[in-house]
């Protein structure tokens, strides 16, 4: 099942704020790749790229 990441930021700074730690537990859990879209089209990514 493809994972996919994105930030409910309410300010500038705010931005990806936890994605270290969530990035930290996914690695824990034993997951090694996210999905990114480019118009529409799934892309896989190793979570050590990010």
């Known amino acids: 099942m493809p994972l996919l990441l994105s930030s409910d930021a309410h300010a500038p700074e705010q931005v990806a ?19 990114r879209y480019v118009k529409r089209t799934p892309i896989p990514v190793a979570i050590d790229k990010i």
């Open 17 to 35: 704020r936890y994605f270290g730690g969530v990035l930290d537990e996914l690695r824990r859990r034993g997951i090694t790749r996210l999905v």
